[in-house]
C-alpha cells in the first residue's frame, strides 16, 4: 500500500531563515505529488505541483520554492522566511482520481 | 477566483440530526467531486466521491448529491455523531486529467451533544 511521510511535523523558524520541507512517498512509482498551505481561512491552497522529477508547476507567486530530485521526494524550500509563510503545510499524491495527503508539517514563523 | 466555493465557514448539528454541507463551483468543465474530512493537525482524508455521470453516490451515513445544471453539490451525514465533528472540504477536478484538484476553503461541522 502506498504511504507519505512529511517531516518535520512541526517546525518554528525565525523570519528571513531558510526553510526545507520534505515529502517521500513509498509504495508507488512517478506519482503526481502536490504541496498545498492551509492557512487561517484560506482553506487549502495549492503552492506547487509535479507530475515528474524536476518539472514543477508553481500556483502561487511567492517566495517559496519546490523541487523534485527523484522519482518519490518532493521539496518544499525557501530562502527567506517571512511571517506570511506561517501555517499547515501538506504533500500529496494522486491516485485515480483522488488525492492522498500526508500528515502535515505546523510552520510557525516568528 | 475561486472555482470551488463553501460559502458557510461553519455549522453546528445536533447530534444524530442530518448535517448538511453545501458547495458550488463555477468551472463546467469539472466532472469529479469528492469531499474530504480534516481533523487539527492531521492531513485531510478522503471521504466520498461522485462523478458528473451520476446525480448520487452513497456510502454508509455519507451521502454526496450532485446537481450539475446549478453547479452545486452536498453532502448529507445521517445520522450525525460526534466523530463527525472536522473541517470538510469540497474538491473538485476534470476526470482522468494528471494535474491539480481545486479544493473550497472548508466548512467546518461542529455536532453539538
Known amino acids: 500500500s502506498q504511504t507519505i511521510h512529511q517531516w518535520p511535523a512541526t517546525l518554528v523558524q525565525p523570519v528571513g531563515s531558510p526553510l526545507s520541507l520534505e515529502c517521500t512517498v513509498e509504495g508507488t512509482s512517478n506519482p503526481n505529488l502536490y504541496w498545498y498551505r492551509q492557512a487561517a481561512g484560506r482553506g487549502l491552497q495549492l503552492l506547487f505541483y509535479?507530475?515528474?522529477?524536476?518539472?514543477i508547476s508553481s500556483e502561487v507567486p511567492q517566495n517559496l520554492s519546490a523541487s523534485r530530485p527523484q522519482d518519490r521526494q518532493f521539496i518544499l524550500s525557501s530562502k527567506k522566511l517571512l511571517l506570511s509563510d506561517s501555517g499547515f503545510y501538506l504533500c500529496?499524491?494522486?491516485?485515480?482520481?483522488?488525492?492522498?495527503f500526508g500528515p502535515g508539517t505546523r510552520l510557525t514563523v516568528l | 477566483d475561486q472555482q470551488v466555493k463553501q460559502n458557510s465557514p461553519s455549522l453546528s448539528v445536533q447530534e444524530g440530526r442530518i448535517s448538511i454541507l453545501n458547495c458550488d463551483y463555477t468551472?463546467?468543465?469539472?466532472?469529479?467531486f469528492l469531499w474530504y474530512k480534516k481533523y487539527p493537525a492531521e492531513g485531510p482524508t478522503f471521504l466520498i466521491s461522485?462523478?458528473?455521470?451520476?446525480d448520487k453516490n452513497e456510502d454508509g451515513r455519507f451521502t454526496v448529491f450532485l446537481n450539475k445544471s446549478a453547479k452545486h453539490l452536498s453532502l448529507h451525514i445521517v445520522p450525525s455523531q460526534p466523530g463527525d465533528s472536522a473541517v470538510y472540504f469540497c474538491a473538485a477536478s476534470e476526470e482522468n486529467r494528471d494535474d491539480k484538484i481545486i479544493f473550497g476553503k472548508g466548512t467546518r461541522l461542529h455536532i453539538l451533544p
Open positions: 468551472n463546467s468543465m469539472f466532472d469529479y
Open positions: 461522485i462523478s458528473s455521470i451520476k
Open positions: 500529496a499524491w494522486r491516485g485515480y482520481n483522488e488525492q492522498f
Open positions: 509535479s507530475v515528474g522529477i524536476g518539472q
